[in-house]
């Protein structure tokens, strides 16, 4: 059994040289900002209080932040990892634990924020199918605008071994097991875990922990919007204000969203999505293989697939004994008769 199960991701947390530069970017990509106590903070429309933070000095990532059920929930982890219970001095107060995972990542686990009403939810309109049209003598009329952030969804850390990592998550948090890619049978390069809320739908992957080269850090953040329209709008708003696209628009295989990649001024890389799957704890995990990681159902390619980023050294050399280590697996497997 886990210590407690955490309900949902809370938010990221960066450094940045440059306060002014990132509250401009956040402001096209559609988070409401302000600025308290010299941080900045950005928060969606689902009245939490922040999802995004952004403290001064050196570029980089500083913490995920994980929601836990009640501050008693808090208090049994506290006491299970020697670590201890805190006043969270942010806003929407709260209280907070502290940690640390095996690769140095902190880990922010909150609870008791207050949340306001949420506010400037998008309805949608009928929609107009072959099937069915809903949608009568009513016109569809879109304005230029940002998209409009709900809520933060997940985050892709990097990891050094993912079983450690994994294990680590799972036992302290609860995390369920939704896909494992897999570089071939049994060899495992990460898995998208999910939230277990019983009965109670839980997006597709909260944390994702990915055992892939090069340097460890955030991969991405992700933020749901209100709706297609409203991420076509944010993808046609932030291109207009010449912002660096990274990835989209597509529609992922695991997760099966529809998302847009796009980096910040410090090369962080966020991503909106809309029109993920929900599973409840008693949806078993899948293995699948890495193929299926970059691919799309339908929409862009990965750049690395499009010949628009080449492959980094550190991944072909990754491939490279990863090819040679597989072939030794299946070179110790004893031959299977055909008939």
Request: some cysteine.
């Amino acid at each position: 059994m886990p210590v407690i199960k955490v309900e949902d991701i809370a938010h990221v947390r960066f450094s940045a040289p440059d306060l002014a530069a990132m509250r401009a970017f956040l402001d096209d990509f559609g988070l409401i900002c302000f600025e308290e106590n010299g941080r900045l903070y950005g928060k969606g429309r689902d009245g939490r209080p922040f999802l995004h933070v952004t403290e001064p000095g050196e570029a980089k990532f500083l913490a995920v932040g994980l929601r836990a059920a009640s501050i008693e929930d808090l208090e049994t982890l506290a006491a299970s990892q020697g670590a201890s219970v805190e006043d969270l001095r942010e806003p929407g107060g709260g209280k907070i634990v502290r940690l640390v995972d095996p690769d140095g990542y902190r880990v922010e686990v909150v609870a008791g924020q207050s949340k306001q009403d949420a506010n400037r939810l998008i309805a949608d309109l009928p929609r107009n199918t072959a099937a069915e049209k809903p949608r009568l003598r009513q016109s569809v009329r879109l304005a230029a605008s940002p998209a409009n952030v709900i809520r933060i969804g997940h985050a892709v850390l990097k990891v050094s071994d993912f079983r450690t990592s994994e294990t680590w998550y799972k036992d302290r948090f609860g995390f369920l097991t939704s896909d494992e890619v897999e570089a071939a049978r049994d060899v495992p390069l990460g898995a998208f875990m999910r939230c277990d809320r019983g009965d109670k739908p839980s997006d597709h992957h909260t944390i994702f922990l990915a055992q892939l080269p090069g340097e460890l850090g955030l991969l991405h953040a992700a933020f749901e919007v209100s709706n297609l329209d409203d991420l076509m709008l944010g993808h046609q708003f932030l291109k207009s204000k010449k912002r660096v696209a990274a990835w989209g628009v597509g529609r992922h295989i695991m997760g099966s969203q529809i998302f847009d990649y796009w980096k910040d001024p410090f090369g962080n890389e966020l991503e909106h999505w809309t029109d993920g799957d929900l599973f409840t704890a008693a949806d078993p995990p899948q293995k699948i293989p890495v193929s299926a990681l970059l691919a799309v159902q339908w929409g862009a390619p990965h750049p690395m697939f499009a010949g628009k980023s080449p492959p980094p050294p550190a991944l072909v050399a990754f491939v490279m004994a990863l090819t040679i280590r597989i072939k030794r697996l299946f070179r110790r497997q004893p031959k299977r008769s055909l008939t």
